[in-house]
């Protein structure tokens, strides 16, 4: 602290020079120091008062000195001389003496405020170590940040405050976190990098002291709604990474901060760059978790549902097998023909149930090359309607085709089409109500092919909308539910709209029906 601005570099140490004017050096303090005067200028007045006497004596005559002080002696005169001499020796001596002990005393005052200083310093750092054990004791975000705020303005001062992060897919600096008056630009602002004092200090990684007589010198922004007395930014720093900035202002006027105050923000801010990154690896951490635990939920959910889908076609296959063999003589050929086609029914059921598992298996492990070729859309629409028509699911639906022209077309992969045609036809079915209308429309345009799945259902809401390409969703999950499935089929028509580089929208709401629009590109791609 010695070299502390402000403060000139002593020409010798408070020691030596107390040696010099003859002091202890642990009695070194300023009210030794003027004792020690007190006493070199009583005696100096002394010897004045002594050597005028003498001089007035010799002024008066030799009538009145006594005949030993006669100064026609030669001896006496030596002796005047001697004496006078050592008088103006002690003068100069007093006179040393006296600038010795001004220079000291002018080194223990320095010393004492560098002391004071030093001990101000101390205390800093020790509140500050203090604030980052308290800033590092919590791995809530928001609690971080408001912390680093709060502990911030305390310790230096200023009554406005903000933090702000690097976002890294835009490269701008937001604003995460603010304490000071409600000014909007602040609360939600955005900046660039290398635009204003935070994108500066971003740019160029070094803390910033800024007082209100350099913003117009440096062209800075300014905000009319107050005016900035005394600002400081520091770069938030994490492993060399740049997380963000920690902006300080004060506003009112009552103090302006100074280079201390900005070194000691540095400091601060290195712990609390370590304190916000330990807290995002955290939320990160816990989102990673939530997101493992909803995928066991969902897994657990997934087996009990296939557990059921399963276990209901095959206990309609196994019963009807055992009734063609336990009483196939006694049944004539009609209730033979609906037992085996109870048994295919439920064998198709089956199948598609364990082709939806494998396809999005597939899906998962990586997507299988489409084999594309020159499709004709309405008579693949048909023969998925056709099939479809002939099961459980559908019975008591219309489901109509309308194509625009008469034979649309469009490049891919015949199996993957089907399948999405398939799915969405289910589900329309699923979905609405015995007797209701689903429609099937398809429109060949000049850069895409469009085809529409709309039923008359139950709709859905924005929040299901949402969710429902997820694996393993449903809009009715409960184990009462009245549609089968699983909860793949979306998922996996999603997946091979995509696959063909194509696109699906939802227009749904509670009580109006659903709308699948899925639009594939004319040529492949």
Known sequence: MAGRKGLAEPDARPDEIARTAGINRRKLSLSEVDKRRVQLWAISIFLVAAITVAIALYTLGSDVLPVS????????????????GLALAFLVYVIEKELSLRKLTRLLIEERILSTALSNRISEISALSELVKSVNATLELDDVFRLILTSALELLGGNEGSIML???????????????PPI????????????????????????????????????????????????????????DELVGVLNLNETDGRRRFSEEDLRALGFFAEHAAIAIGNAKLFEQERETIARLEDLDRLKSDFVATVSHELKTPLTAIIGSAQTLTRRRERMNPEQQANMVTMIERQGNRLLRLVEDVLTAARIESGMPRMRRELIDLKDLCEFVVESIRHSDIAEGREIVIQTEPENPQVWGDVGAIQQIVSNLVENACKYSEPKTKVGVFVTDLPEEAVIQVADQGYGMSEEEVATIFDRFRQVDQSSTRASGGVGLGLYIVKSLVEAHNGSIDVDSSPGRGTTFSVRFPKRAR
């Open 184 to 239: 909007e630009p602040l609360i939600h602002g955005k900046t660039d990098l290398g635009e204003g004092i935070a994108g500066g200090v971003a740019e160029t990684r070094e803390p910033m002291l800024i007082q209100d007589y350099d913003v117009p010198k440096l062209g800075l922004p300014h905000h009319p709604e107050r005016g900035i007395y005394s600002s400081m930014c520091v770069p938030l720093i994490r492993y």
């Open 69 to 84: 002080l006669d100064f026609q002696d030669l001896t006496t005169w030596i002796v005047l001389v001697l004496v006078g």
């Open 166 to 180: 690097l976002k890294e897919d835009t490269k701008q600096l937001e604003v995460v976190s603010y304490q000071g």
